[in-house]
């Protein structure tokens, strides 16, 4: 029986991944600090270890302890436009934490090291995004997952360590933290409109992105080091269709069975279009069927509703205020 450690795992996607290992006989270790992410996310199954992996001792110690074959690493503070304003914490977290777990991975010899990292590698103007582009990230949040990928390159080199990079985008379903205001677009329109509560909207609403539920993306990033041709490859995983924010607003009220109406704020910088080529996911994974995201967003709405609304979190650690959107200056000033 394998032994996989999943961080992030009480979080949104990590958690699907650490029920999609169970499922094909991993056991699993889960790492969370819970700062995302929610305890009743865990799969019961799975052993848990609360702590972060900025912690280089804790990391160390499960190590030493589970002789883990694979890591999969989606522990992240993923909030991409508010990276800006969060530098270091961005760069902590994204990169030192990951280090952190490369250098254990060498250390104890994992056979394959699983990270998910970001369309945001790609950086603005090249839709649709192939995995041959050259990567030229604009926000920190897309700087970190890159130089992560750098450094997975450079420890293969060097000492012969196994990984697989997934570049997921815009994924949502069940587990999702709806409570924050930063990242998460349908997880946001849900709780606001349990909330009664417009839709709130950067900009005209125009700008494109292509929705992908969840179980299109964690049993591949689950099996991928099972499948040789995976193993030191880049890929992008997620929907093809893009749709707009102001469709998307639309069909979440739809399944929400409430019309709020929205909100449009002050633009904000950010990519207009962005959507990504999937042929090479496909060549090597197989292809399969996705859900719609009329069908993907009505099984997350059933399941927002049972939740019920959550109180939106505020971002307490803001490093950089010029430029701050204003919608996310006046929540700070009501903490």
């Known amino acids: 029986m394998p032994t996989s450690l999943v961080t992030g795992g009480a979080g949104f996607i990590g958690s699907h991944v650490a029920d999609s290992l169970l499922a094909s006989g991993h056991k699993v270790v889960v790492l969370d600090d819970l700062s995302g992410g929610f305890r009743e996310n865990v799969p019961a199954q799975a052993e848990f270890a609360q702590a972060s992996c900025t912690d280089v001792d804790a990391v160390n110690a499960l190590f030493a302890t589970h002789r883990f074959d694979f890591v999969y690493h989606l522990g992240a503070y993923a909030a991409e436009g508010l990276s800006h304003f969060i530098r270091r914490f961005n760069y902590t977290n994204n990169v030192i934490g990951s280090v952190n777990l490369v250098n254990a991975s060498v250390n104890h010899g994992v056979k394959c090291f699983v990270f998910t990292s970001s369309i945001a590698v790609y950086g603005p103007g090249q839709s649709p995004m192939r995995e041959d582009m050259t990567p030229e990230p604009e926000d920190p949040y897309g700087v970190a997952k890159y130089a992560v990928e750098l450094d997975l390159a450079a420890a293969r080199r060097m000492f012969g360590l196994n990984s697989v990079v997934f570049r997921p985008h815009n994924v949502y379903g069940e587990r999702q933290n709806t409570a924050d205001r930063y990242r998460n677009v349908l997880g946001i329109f849900m709780n606001q409109i349990l909330s009664g509560e417009p839709c709130s909207i950067f900009g005209d609403g125009e700008q494109t992105r292509a929705f992908t539920y969840i179980s299109d993306v964690a049993p591949v990033i689950a099996r991928a080091p099972s499948v040789p041709a995976a193993l030191n490859q880049a890929f992008n995983i997620g929907a093809d269709k893009p749709y707009t924010v102001n469709r998307l607003a639309e069909v979440v009220q739809e399944a929400m069975g409430k019309k709020t109406g929205v909100k449009h704020l002050e633009a904000r910088k950010e990519v207009v279009h962005a959507f990504s080529d999937h042929a090479k996911v496909a060549k090597v994974f197989g292809k399969s069927t996705p859900v719609t995201l009329e069908e ?23 490093e950089v205020e010029k430029n701050l959107p204003p919608s996310w200056r006046a929540a700070m000033k009501k903490g």
């Open 296 to 318: 993907g967003v009505a099984r997350m709405a059933t399941w927002v509703k049972s939740v019920g609304p959550r109180k939106p979190t505020v971002f307490d650690g803001i």
